[in-house]
């Protein structure tokens, strides 16, 4: 058997499958998701089932979301599983997540993501941030270490400004590329996102601050004067209090926020 093949399952590169293997790792990520019965949980890309089973016998059922069909059939036919699974064979990036939704309880999303997809998947997820309790997932740390960065920081940019608009991202537990098989090439990481009220999060339209933060960033080493001249002149952005000298990395999220507005009530 090659390093590929784990539980007799062949590794799917363009799956993004790298399977855990390694049970402190795993407690710790149980610990840290504390299922409880009764929890309205979903994982996506449960995998082989690394995290799943120690859920599920935790929380007495789950909801998944696996793109693979032979693993997804591997889970419903599962001798100690398959009853207590939910599970759905397709794409998480184009699940409705609020489908899943019910009176009593928010979501409690968890997953080891497939690296290759993570930001357009949490880009996704955050859409569904009202419907949603906490999230975990296992990510490549240089992701985590980007949704967590402040202005100032080199590692700060879309990622950060939109995580931090949705969520409290704190990261939780350090993952070496040895815990898993086959091994990653890079560290990886745990965050835990705990979504913010709707109250707090004031942007009129959260696609003007998307599209704000991607001009500002595309070109980070440029001045705000240069990277926001598609969207606003250099009067504008001096009308909003903010010097149009500085770069997109030393601008706030509030600041963003505040441009973002701007242009929704005046260039709408
Ligand atoms: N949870 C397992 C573990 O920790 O061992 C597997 C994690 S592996 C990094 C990523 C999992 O996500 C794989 O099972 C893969 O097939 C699945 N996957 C990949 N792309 C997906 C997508 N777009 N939607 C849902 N699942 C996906």
Redesign the pocket.
């Known amino acids: 058997m090659t390093d590929k093949v784990h539980l007799g399952h062949r590794a ?1 590169k363009r ?6 293997n390694d049970e402190s790792i795993i407690d710790k990520i149980v610990t840290a998701i504390d299922p409880k019965p009764g929890d309205n949980l979903v ?10 089973e120690p859920v599920v016998e935790l929380s007495g059922k789950l909801t998944v ?4 069909r032979d ?1 997804a059939e591997r889970l419903i036919e599962h001798p100690f599983m398959g009853s207590k699974l939910t599970v759905h064979q ?4 184009k699940f409705d997540f609020s489908t899943l939704v019910d009176e009593q309880s928010k979501l409690k999303i968890f ?5 290759n ?1 993570s930001t357009p ?1 949490l880009f996704h997820l955050f859409e569904f941030a009202d419907q949603v309790e906490h999230m975990h997932f ?1 990510l490549q740390k240089e992701v985590v270490n980007r949704m967590v960065a402040g202005p100032g920081s080199k590692a700060y940019g879309r990622l950060s400004v939109m995580t931090q608009y949705y969520c409290h991202a704190i990261p939780v537990i350090e993952v070496p590329p040895t815990c898993f098989k086959p091994a990653p090439k890079v560290d990886s990481a745990v965050v835990r996102l705990m979504p913010k009220d709707a109250a707090s999060r004031n942007a009129k339209s959260t696609k003007i601050l998307n599209t704000v933060c991607l001009e500002a960033f595309n070109q980070r080493r440029k001045t705000l004067r240069n990277s926001l001249s598609n969207l606003l002149t250099v009067e504008e952005i001096k009308q909003l209090g903010i010097d149009p000298s500085l770069r997109a990395e030393n601008i706030s999220l509030t600041q963003f926020i505040e441009i973002a507005n701007w242009i929704y009530d005046n260039k709408q």
Do not use: C
């Open positions: 799917r799956f993004g499958q790298n399977f855990l994982e996506i890309g449960p995998g082989l089932g690394a995290i799943t979301v696996e793109l693979d693993l397709g794409d998480a990036m997953g080891n993501l497939p690296y997809v998947l296992m």
